[in-house]
């Protein structure tokens, strides 16, 4: 059994990565990261991370939140392991 979540080339969702693993997504890309972060946990809970995944040409990666971090580049290589290990 595949319990990874399929995507396909173009998709985009809102994740946070928590302690080496996806704790929380939403496929609504209307809210802002700030808005998805206060309705799933209140407030970004420390050591967490949040972005946006997206799948282009078959790969499937993380973006830095801007609105969190001031800039807006591939997510770090831990969060995108755990990120693949729960999208495709």
């Not at 997504?25 to 949040?50: C, D, Q």
């Amino acid at each position: 059994m595949n319990s990874k979540v399929q995507l396909r080339n173009g998709d985009a969702l809102l994740v946070i990565v928590q302690a080496g693993q996806v704790s929380h997504y939403s496929w609504n890309m209307a809210l802002p990261h700030i808005e998805f972060v206060r309705r799933k946990t209140g407030t970004l809970p420390e050591g967490a991370w949040v972005g946006t995944v997206t799948k282009l040409e078959g790969e499937v990666m993380g973006i830095t939140s801007k609105s969190y971090y001031d800039y807006q580049l591939p997510a770090p290589p831990a969060v995108n392991e755990a990120i693949r290990a729960k999208f495709e």
